[in-house]
């Protein structure tokens, strides 16, 4: 069974940056698409990365460039890289599964990180 544990939240004030990980156990982290996903107050969950087996990785238009997804092989961990950031990317940060036409994969979510973005 695949489980997930998500780290690396604060609160922070705009402009600054954060490094968000995700510790996968379970499932092999090279061989599948994966993808951190964001939950803010009062809104619906949504895809902010995802980065398939073979091709690279797919941003939400309002983070490209500013967040960054990468893996660790390793220690079987992924990693969002923010920088620049803003009120708007505020919410509770999850990894899972799945490419970003599809969503995520698996149905077991981790605890997830929180992010806070206020001055």
């Known amino acids: 069974q695949v489980h997930f544990m998500e780290s690396g939240g604060a609160s922070v004030e705009p402009g600054s940056s954060l490094t968000l990980s995700c510790t996968i156990t379970g499932r092999d982290l090279f061989g599948q698409a994966w993808g951190w996903y964001r939950q803010g107050q009062g809104t619906a969950r949504e895809t902010v990365a995802t980065e398939g087996a073979v091709w690279g990785a797919s941003y939400l238009p309002s983070v490209e460039g500013r967040f960054t997804l990468r893996r660790d092989r390793a220690a079987n961990t992924m990693f969002l890289y923010m920088t620049d950031l803003t009120a708007e990317d505020s919410g509770r940060y999850y990894c899972?599964?799945?490419?970003?036409?599809?969503?995520?994969?698996?149905?077991?979510w981790g605890q997830g990180t929180q992010v806070d973005v206020f001055p």
């Open positions: 899972n599964g799945g490419t970003w036409s599809e969503g995520p994969l698996y149905s077991t």
